[in-house]
């Protein structure tokens, strides 16, 4: 058995990890970032994706929330029931 609080725990500290380095690094190297969007997504252009300015904190901020609590839930039920499903 998993404990699913502590999943979720260590899987939202990862995936919020994650956010900032992806943060930095569009801070740093933003043309970086798109060529390795276009490497992922073979035939798809995300040039028209580019944003004309910076995100500003407060969205960041936003971001970062909004996604921990999407991981922390959605890995939370996931747990939940494999640990139901799996005895």
């Not at 060529?35 to 944003?51: M, P, Q």
Request: with cysteine; hydrophobic share 55%.
């Amino acid at each position: 058995m998993l404990n699913a609080q502590a999943f979720a725990n260590a899987l939202t500290t990862v995936i919020l990890g994650v956010y900032i380095v992806c943060r930095v690094a569009s801070l740093i190297a933003p043309d970086f970032l798109f060529n390795v969007a276009k490497s992922w997504f073979h035939t798809l252009s995300v040039d028209s994706l580019k944003g004309t300015a910076p995100m500003d904190t407060g969205m960041f901020l936003f971001g970062a929330i909004t996604l921990a609590v999407l991981v922390w839930v959605t890995t939370y039920a996931t747990v939940s029931l494999y640990n139901k499903w799996a005895k």
